[in-house]
């Protein structure tokens, strides 16, 4: 029985840590997303941005 319990906190764990990483993972490829998003519609907003001339 306590083997059993053993393996079913084992598991649990287990996913709980792969939970957390995956969500890690989704939170930075949505925060890179949003900060390369910012950067074309601030690109597309202003397209002389880069021009040093006035």
Do not use: C, K, T, Y
């Not at 925060?31 to 202003?46: E, R």
């Amino acid at each position: 029985m306590s083997r059993n319990v053993i393996f079913v906190v084992l598991l649990l764990g287990l996913v709980g840590a792969a939970w957390i990483a995956f969500d890690a993972l989704i939170a930075l490829g949505v925060g890179v997303g949003a900060i390369v998003a910012f950067v074309v519609i601030s690109g597309l907003n202003n397209p002389h941005m880069d021009d040093d001339e006035p």
